[in-house]
């Protein structure tokens, strides 16, 4: 099935770093979603981003809606333990339907 | 509001049987979705419903997979004649009301084929 590329696949960090994702995809997007899932859960809700150029921040977390609307970017300030997980980005293509499609996701691993 | 409820979180079957799994979406939820994900992937779209109506279905939803959501409420996935590659987490997730476009996600289910 589609989905989006998300880069990187996984990373190890120290506590108390930053940390930056992104997400490309061939399509043009009207709405980026950035979800954060742990094992054996159903993914969670961190960022919906509607707009070119938004930056919109939760808590530590900021997310970027990329200019040409192809890409979105994920940063997460001052990692915790609890920030260990995969990340995942998600939207409709502006194609006309409602299908979200999701991305291929990132792993987030922190040494504390 | 409880969220978006599935059942059951597990199943073990044996190759060949049929499975059937249960969605509860948010109550004033109209669109309802399923996805699939195994192993290290992201969630592969299956189908969506609006209201009663479903309106578009993936590739992956080969003729042993049916959905239904009969009165625009709840839905259902069913698999027959199970095989060992449908052994996957389940995941199904709402949106609704005028201008959502989030999805809220339940649990889901996690199916394995012996």
């Known amino acids: 099935g589609q989905q989006l590329n998300q880069s990187p696949q996984s990373m190890f960090i120290q506590e108390g770093e930053d940390v930056s994702m992104n997400c490309t995809s061939s399509?043009?997007?009207?709405?980026w979603l950035w979800y954060k899932q742990e094992p054996g859960e159903g993914p969670v809700l961190l960022i919906a981003?509607?707009?070119?150029?938004e930056l919109t921040s939760n808590g530590r977390l900021t997310a970027q809606f990329g200019i040409t609307r192809k890409d979105s970017f994920l940063n997460i300030s001052a990692s915790i333990p609890s920030d260990v997980g995969i990340y995942f980005c998600?939207?409709?293509?502006?194609?006309?339907?409602?299908?979200?499609?999701f991305g291929t996701g990132t792993r987030l691993k922190v040494l504390a | 509001d409880t969220g978006v409820s599935q059942d059951p979180r597990h199943k073990i079957t044996k190759r060949g049987q049929n499975v059937t799994f249960r969605c509860d979406p948010i109550?004033?939820?109209?669109?309802l979705y399923w996805y699939r994900q195994t192993l290290g992937q992201g969630p592969e779209f299956l189908t969506y419903?609006?209201?009663?109506?479903?309106?578009?279905k993936s590739r992956l939803l080969s003729d042993r997979f049916s959905a239904e959501r009969p009165k625009g409420s709840f839905s259902t996935l069913e698999i027959q004649r199970t095989e060992q590659g449908d052994s996957a987490m389940y995941l199904c997730?709402?949106?609704?009301?005028?201008?959502?476009?989030?999805?809220?996600f339940g649990a889901g289910s996690r199916l394995t084929v012996l």
């Open positions: 998600a939207g409709p293509p502006l194609s006309g339907t409602y299908k979200y499609i």
């Open positions: 399509s043009i997007f009207n709405t």
């Open positions: 981003l509607y707009k070119a150029g």
């Open positions: 109550s004033e939820h109209n669109r």
């Open positions: 419903f609006q209201n009663e109506a479903q309106l578009e």
């Open positions: 997730a709402s949106i609704g009301g005028f201008g959502a476009n989030v999805l809220t």
